[in-house]
């Protein structure tokens, strides 16, 4: 089970990014999937979880309206738009995933166990 995270830049504030993640091992039909990110000096937080079995969503209050999870099947990723990037959406963005979850708020509440290698995102002002 591998998941491999891309997409990540430095942009100025405003600008659109979409970030990639790739899953290798295991069908992203299964287990819920999602995004956290780490900003520097902070701990680690939930940005944005699916769900396996009916697409429900989860975000984070900071990030509603701005960031866009989706799926894509046949290419086995997963995708975050992000739009009207901020300064404060700096960070290490990590996909996740943990095969003993399929509900979004369930891993979005948890520790996933498996994680990808993280890109980092970095928004000027």
């Known amino acids: 089970v591998q998941l491999q995270a891309s997409g990540g830049g430095l942009v100025q504030a405003g600008a659109t990014l979409r970030l990639s993640c790739a899953a290798s091992g295991f069908t992203l039909n299964f287990p819920a999937i999602g995004w956290f990110r780490q900003a520097p000096g902070k701990e680690r937080e939930g940005v944005s979880c699916?769900?396996?079995?009916?697409?429900?969503?989860h975000y984070a209050d900071s990030v509603k309206d701005r960031l866009t999870i989706s799926r894509d099947a046949a290419k086995n990723t997963v995708y975050l738009e992000m739009n009207n990037l901020r300064p404060e959406d700096t960070a290490v963005y990590y996909c996740?995933?943990?095969?003993?979850?399929?509900?979004?708020?369930?891993?979005?509440?948890?520790?996933?166990?498996?994680w990808g290698q993280g890109t980092l995102v970095t928004v000027s002002s």
């Open positions: 699916l769900s396996s079995l009916n697409d429900i969503v």
């Open positions: 996740a995933t943990d095969l003993g979850h399929t509900s979004s708020y369930a891993l979005y509440h948890s520790h996933p166990t498996t």
